[in-house]
């Protein structure tokens, strides 16, 4: 359930491992004269994670490789933080990290190789952290001569911060993926993220009529529907289905799909006290109903009616094919008429059918 508590890591990673993204991101964000020196075309990932599995809700992590226009071999590290508030100790696991990519590296290479660490922070606090090693430790005034002495036993390093809460939504560049993915973190923590998203997402349009297109917008709408409480399932519906006409349903269906698996994870949390399936089950329902609500908007008493109708259904792949067929269906009564054809048969006598 991690992935549905925690989706930063996972939306983080499927945009900036892709190459292209990644040197739009490198371009738009390092120091002017630490990009003079590079080749980015060189880019190429290293498919390893340094970050501690104890922290994983905390960091995420990419590591890159390039090499700069003399040919000489570069490690760029970036490393995400998941919070909402930056981590005062952030310097420190910057150092833990270097020093575990280069074990992995002094057995085989001669020469370390410099390590340009990115730390990406889309908080809601003001980052005030240091953002160098030695920032670390605290010396009073008194101790002015002590420092002098001691500083040079001491790790020096900075870390580059991409502090993309402190941008405006203007200073946010770079190719539309990027800038797409950008401004999502940036207001994931937002409680209007959902009177944004139309602006947000209207930067893709053109894309997406490509098959990639539909794949990132599967994965922003996943990222969305899971970790932004500022937007409401009602706003994300509607925002798809006034830019995405033609693509709208697969794409409803993708945000429909984290909210039941979001319903599951409480489910399950219920189902400690009532019992795993019927907490599971009874979840699932509920989500149907709120999908239907949503699309067709019908009188109480049909509600009532079928949320009774559901609570006979004891099959949880039957159960997932109704949340399928609450998106698809054309009309309501197709929908209902198919719940009728799945129920346990009752006597004919006490059988109401529903009236819209």
């Known amino acids: 359930m991690s992935q549905i508590t925690n989706p930063h890591d996972a939306f983080f990673k499927q945009f900036l491992s892709k190459p292209a993204i990644a040197r739009d991101f490198l371009t738009q964000h390092l120091p002017s004269d630490v990009l003079a020196l590079l080749d980015l075309t060189t880019l190429t990932e ?15 992590d990419l590591l890159y490789r390039a090499q700069t226009i003399q040919g000489s071999p570069l490690y760029f590290y970036l ?38 660490t990115l730390v990406v922070y889309h908080g809601e606090v003001t980052w005030s952290v240091p953002k160098n090693f030695a920032g670390l430790f605290k010396w009073e005034e008194d101790e002015q001569a002590l420092e002098t002495v001691l500083r040079r036993y001491l790790p020096e390093f900075v870390y580059h911060l991409v502090d993309l809460s402190a941008l405006s939504d203007a200073e946010i560049q770079g190719g539309v993926w990027l800038r797409v993915f950008e401004l999502l973190l940036k207001h994931i923590f937002d409680p209007t993220l959902g009177q944004q998203l139309y602006d947000i997402l209207a930067l893709t349009v053109e894309l997406a009529q490509q098959q990639s297109g539909v794949e990132m917008l599967v994965t922003m709408l996943r990222y969305v529907a899971r970790a932004g409480a500022g937007a409401s399932k009602d706003e994300i519906h509607q925002t798809v289905m006034q830019l995405f006409a033609k693509e709208g349903g697969v794409l409803m269906k993708t945000a429909a799909q984290e909210w039941m698996e979001e319903a599951e994870a409480i489910g399950i949390q219920k189902g400690e006290a009532i019992g795993l399936r019927k907490g599971i089950m009874q979840a699932q329902q509920q989500m149907i109903v709120q999908i239907l609500q949503h699309r067709f908007a019908p009188a109480p008493e049909i509600v009532e009616r079928l949320g009774q109708q559901l609570a006979q259904i004891t099959s949880t792949e039957a159960m997932q094919q109704f949340a399928d067929y609450a998106l698809q269906a054309l009309l309501l009564q197709d929908f209902l008429m198919g719940v009728e054809r799945l129920l346990p048969a009752p006597e004919q006598s006490n059988r109401d059918s529903l009236e819209i």
């Open 79 to 116: 490393l995400f933080e998941h919070k909402s508030y930056p981590d005062h100790d952030i310097a420190f696991q910057v150092l833990r990290y270097k020093v575990r990519i280069w074990e992995k590296e002094i057995g085989k290479a001669k020469r370390l190789t410099p390590i340009v």
């Open 46 to 60: 290293q498919k390893e994670s340094f970050v501690d599995e104890a922290l994983r809700s905390h960091f995420g």
